[in-house]
């Protein structure tokens, strides 16, 4: 009887150590990415709890505190549970941990109550893939499997004979280190690692062929990594705020491209800017040195809860609409720490007559405890504030060459058909801003892409531009900050002092 069950043990402990060696892939994976990832928090999904916790759950998110204690132990409870269940060490506690773990997970988001879509991948009857886990990693910790040996090794040395162990139990027993092996080099490779073997395919020429795809469209992209900044941004005020010289554009975040007549770009920025990518491109941009980002109102609750997520890149908000006051109201309540009158409303409201509205509006934000700043397109939008006594915080005025091919300013001054140019004067912008004594944030400096940046920031900073806004992908920021540092680094004559 004995021996028919050490033969049922056997040929039972292999298949489930192929269970918890995946369910431990599983879990070291899940919780590494989020170790790695300092823009990861849990707080959007204790956020969206709806099952019999929500409100403890709602209640953790709320707290700053909370959420902080809760990231860690979530991160890193993940990766040693995984290491644990990968190499066999400890594996009925790893085992009943994950279990509980899997288990908060389904009780925040149980799929008791869903409506029924049609057959659709992830909506579920009460059953989901955590529940499934659950009882897979159960059936682990109830059923004894073989691991790492490390009781049979110390016995070893011990004067006990030992028989013979079972081929497929060493297997069993084994099998974890050359699993973490083959885990650490998938890992690898999906964040951009090239094996030495590999490298020299890589490196070598491409013969193309007639009919072959383009080199480019078969080449590797390669995103340039925090490290590579090369140094630190200086910083300005306004006000009583803190900022680098160069600060993050939002437009591309929202969905405005500016792309002139490729239609499709609007769309395609803003399918690639999702909520997640809107905050990893913060997160880059502040592990960069950037503290600052200007964005329109309707990003302002994803900066509070970027905020709410640990982020620290404040934000500023460009208000527009007949009536901007109550987007300001919005952008204080999420926190911003200030707002300017979008150049569009500006550039209107003086074509219209109606400057002294201007006013109200700028000391209406200042009312609200924040620096008020004015934007504008045309120069003229400038000249008529400074005409009507007008003196805000700061500016927000455009300034860009007109040497690339597509400006043509020419065909239409101060109209703009084509949404080709913002800055139809930049030598007259040049001159009557060098005599303002407010401090001046420049704005597509580049042209919405029509210049290199490597030329734009230099010709911004030497033409008397305080501080540069700047747009830009995530894949753009470390060449973006490290072109800045160039530029402010480097011999650099300036025609106006500096204001801020």
Request: hydrophobic content about 45%.
């Amino acid at each position: 009887m004995g021996d028919t069950k050490s033969a049922a043990a056997a040929r039972l402990a292999l298949p489930l150590v192929i269970v918890r060696l995946a369910i431990g892939w599983h879990f070291l994976y899940e919780g590494w990415i989020k170790v790695v990832d300092p823009g990861w928090t849990a707080a959007g999904y204790l956020e969206s709890a709806t099952g019999p916790l929500a409100g403890l759950f709602g209640w953790m998110a709320s707290s700053t505190a909370a959420v902080a204690v809760i990231d860690v132990l979530n991160a890193w409870g993940l990766t040693l549970i995984g290491l644990a269940l990968v190499l066999g060490v400890w594996v009925r506690f790893a085992a009943w941990a994950g279990v509980a773990l899997l288990a908060l997970y389904y009780l925040a988001q149980p799929p008791l109550w869903a409506p029924y879509t049609g057959p659709n991948e992830g909506a579920y009857l009460l059953v989901n893939k955590n529940l499934v886990e659950l009882c897979a990693l159960a059936t682990v910790a109830l059923i004894p499997t073989p691991g790492f040996p490390w009781r049979r090794l110390r016995r070893r040395a011990e004067p006990v004979e030992i028989g013979p162990i079972p081929r497929r139990q060493w297997i069993a027993e084994l099998v974890g280190a050359p699993v973490l092996g083959a885990f650490v080099l998938a890992v690898l490779k999906k964040h951009g690692w090239t094996s030495f073997d590999a490298m020299p395919a890589k490196t070598a020429p491409v013969t193309q062929r007639p009919g072959a795809f383009p080199a480019g469209a078969t080449g590797t992209f390669r995103l340039a990594s925090v490290s590579e900044v090369k140094g630190v941004l200086p910083y300005a005020t306004i006000g009583d705020i803190k900022v680098t010289r160069m600060i993050m554009g939002g437009n591309l975040m929202a969905g405005f491209a500016h792309a002139r007549d490729l239609l499709y770009v609007d769309t395609l920025v803003k399918a690639y800017h999702t909520r997640d990518k809107i905050r990893e491109t913060m997160y880059m941009g502040e592990r960069c040195g950037i503290n600052t980002i200007v964005v329109n109102p309707i990003l302002s609750e994803i900066m509070s809860g970027y905020h709410r997520r640990g982020g620290r890149m404040q934000f500023i908000t460009n208000c527009g609409g007949n009536d901007p006051m109550p987007l300001v109201r919005k952008s204080v309540d999420h926190g911003a720490v200030s707002c300017f009158i979008h150049g569009g409303v500006a550039d209107r409201a003086v074509r219209d007559g109606r400057v002294d509205q201007l006013g109200e509006w700028m000391e209406g934000i200042r009312k609200m405890g924040v620096p008020a700043g004015i934007g504008a397109h045309r120069l003229d939008t400038v000249r008529a504030c400074v005409e009507a006594g007008l003196r805000p915080d700061y500016w927000v005025k455009t300034l860009h060459r007109l040497d690339y091919w597509s400006a043509r300013p020419e065909e239409a001054p101060g109209v703009n058909p084509r949404d080709n140019n913002w800055c139809e004067e930049p030598d007259a912008v040049v001159a009557y801003m060098r005599e303002r004594p407010e401090p001046w944030i420049a704005f597509k400096v580049l042209a919405a892409g029509a210049i290199h940046p490597k030329v734009a920031f230099r010709y911004a900073f030497e033409n008397g531009a305080d501080i540069i806004c700047v747009g830009m992908y995530d894949f753009q920021v470390v060449e973006n900050v490290n072109l800045a540092l160039a530029a402010l680094d480097g011999p650099l004559v300036r025609s106006r002092e500096w204001r801020a």
